[in-house]
């Protein structure tokens, strides 16, 4: 008998509707009697109105329906699960089930079928979203050499981007950007675009990933032969110091000699832009500290 309306007591007991009213009252002649003095006589009358059940008060204490009063003589529309409260210690939960006809039956069918086209056009609209996203990201994450997604990504000052490996050999021949022939002054590791590719293949098919997976393990041998030899990496830092001294020790040709001295023990160092000489004696020292001492006070006279 669930399918009736029907009321749920303080005490879980169920009070069917078997008929369109239903009254609670102290009266004998109530369908539900409460022999409790604060309970009037007729306190309640349920009753189906335009095939919706109404509660409406009859008491002199007062109904109340979600702890709000109602009007006395005011039928009240029942909502499914609304409590009724009388004389404060009792409680009616209304209950009303869902009738199942055809007619309720075929508005449900064809809101589930409602529901399904959307969810699939829902789901295609996303499908086509993550295939354009996959498309964008290959293309601007793709070598313009090798046309792979970037492997060991090298950003170059013109702001192009290349596989290590394809921009080593590049420059075997040429110097310039292959894409933009700005001419390769700055070579820089993206790591950020690194990590970035490294995370849109951890969420790729297997198959993709093994692919990938292959490419990145024949890149790492290219590289390797690609390595400059350590005979031609000593000759080439050797060359760079020799440069490097010729520069320091040419420098101050022609400019004007800035001078300063350095103690080391009794000695004093004096090392000027064109040239370097030491003096050991004390006697030079203290001649050359007074000759320092003497234009000081030129320049910079003190007041005393």
Known sequence: MDDVPHLISNNDDKLLFKGTKYTIGRDLSNDHIIADIAISRFHLKFAIENDEWTVTDKSTGGTLVNNEKLAKNVPYVLQNNDVVTIACDYNFKFVKPQIVTPKVVNKRKRKAEE??????????????????????????????????????????????????????????????????????????????????????????????????????????????????????????????????????????????????????????????????????????????????YAALSIRFPFHH
């Open 115 to 292: 529901s399904i086209d959307i969810d699939n056009k829902e789901n295609m609209e996303f499908i086509e979203s993550c295939k354009k996203f996959r498309e964008e990201f290959e293309a601007e994450h793709t070598c313009a050499v090798c046309s792979e997604m970037f492997i060991n990504a090298i950003i170059l000052k013109c702001g192009h981007r290349f596989c290590k490996s394809c921009i080593t050999r590049w420059k075997q021949t040429k110097k310039t950007c292959p894409v933009c022939r700005a001419g390769i002054t700055i070579e820089v590791v993206d790591v950020h675009v690194d990590n970035t590719i490294s995370s849109f293949f951890r969420h790729a098919s297997n198959d993709v990933k093994a692919n990938r997976d292959k490419i990145v393990s024949e890149r790492i041998e290219i590289e390797k032969t690609l390595r400059p030899k350590k005979s031609d990496a000593s000759t080439n830092t050797r060359r760079r110091r020799t440069r490097t001294t010729t520069r320091s020790t040419t420098r101050g040709n022609g400019r004007r000699t800035n001078r300063s001295s350095i103690l080391s023990g009794n000695s004093v160092i004096i090392i000027d832009d064109s040239d370097t000489s030491v003096i050991s004696s004390d006697d030079e020292f203290s001649a050359e500290l007074d000759a320092i």
